[in-house]
C-alpha cells in the first residue's frame, strides 16, 4: 500500500505528559500537511512542508507543538504538556509539488487527553 | 480569505432517494474546489474536485459543477445506497500560499435501508 500512514492510529495519554505521532506520506511526494480535526468539525490546518522547509504555521500551532519533516520524508508532530484540549484526531496529508493541490490523507491519529 | 459554508445535516435518506449537500465559497480568484469524504473511523478520500468555472466533477456517482455566477458547488448523487452513509466536506485552497485546505464543518449522512 503506498497510500499516507500514521502512526500510532490511538493514543491515551494523561494532561501534562508529551506525544509525538509520525507520518509517512506517499513516497514521490514533497509537500506534506498536518490538520487537526475536532469532533464534528471539518479539519483545521496546523502546518505545511515543503520537503524538509516548514514553510507555514497556524496560529493554531501554540508553543507547545512542534513538527519537523527532518530528511523531506516522514514527518513528526509533537505536543509537549498535553492539555485537555489537545484532544482531537490529527490528521496528516501529502501532495505533489505543483498541480491542483490536491491532498491525499493519511487514517489520522485520536489522541484522548484524560 | 478563502472560506466555504457548507449545509448542516445530519441528512436522513432511504436507499435510491436523490442526494443535495449544498456548498458555496468565498474566495479571491477561481481556486480548484473539492469534495472530501469520510468514512466512519477513517480518514478524509478525496470524493471530487473541480479547478474552473463550469467545470463538472464526478466519481462513484457523485457529481458537483463549479458555479462561478452562484458561488457554490454542491454535491448531488441520483440515487444513494447504504454504503454512502458518511460524512461529506467541503473544501478549496486558503492560505498564503494557497497551500492547506479550507473546510466545512461537514454533513453527516445517513442511508437507510
Known amino acids: 500500500d503506498t497510500g499516507v500512514s500514521q502512526d500510532p492510529r490511538h493514543k491515551i495519554t494523561k494532561r501534562g505528559q508529551n506525544v509525538t505521532f509520525r507520518c509517512d506520506p506517499i513516497s514521490e511526494h514533497n509537500r506534506l500537511y498536518w490538520y487537526r480535526q475536532t469532533l464534528g468539525q471539518g479539519p483545521e490546518f496546523l502546518t505545511y512542508f515543503q520537503n524538509e522547509a516548514q514553510l507555514e504555521k497556524s496560529r493554531l500551532l501554540s508553543d507547545r507543538f512542534s513538527a519537523e519533516r527532518p530528511k523531506g520524508s516522514f514527518s513528526t508532530l509533537e505536543i509537549q504538556r498535553t492539555e485537555q484540549g489537545d484532544s482531537a484526531m490529527y490528521l496528516c496529508?501529502?501532495?505533489?509539488?505543483?498541480?491542483?493541490?490536491?491532498?491525499?490523507f493519511g487514517p489520522g491519529t485520536r489522541l484522548t487527553v484524560l | 480569505g478563502n472560506s466555504v459554508t457548507q449545509m448542516e445535516g445530519p441528512v436522513t435518506l432511504s436507499e435510491e432517494a436523490f442526494l443535495t449537500i449544498n456548498c458555496t465559497y468565498t474566495a479571491t480568484g477561481y481556486p480548484s474546489l473539492f469534495w472530501y469524504v469520510q468514512y466512519p473511523g477513517e480518514g478524509l478520500q478525496l470524493l471530487l474536485k473541480?479547478?474552473?468555472?463550469?467545470d463538472k466533477g464526478s466519481n462513484k456517482g457523485f457529481e458537483a459543477t463549479y458555479r462561478k455566477e452562484t458561488t457554490s458547488f454542491h454535491l448531488e448523487k441520483g440515487s444513494v445506497q447504504v454504503s454512502d452513509s458518511a460524512v461529506y466536506f467541503c473544501a478549496l485552497p486558503s492560505g498564503a500560499g494557497s497551500y492547506q485546505l479550507t473546510f466545512g464543518k461537514g454533513t453527516k449522512l445517513s442511508v437507510i435501508p
Open positions: 473541480a479547478t474552473k468555472a463550469d
Open positions: 496529508a501529502s501532495s505533489l509539488l505543483g498541480g491542483l493541490n490536491e491532498q491525499f
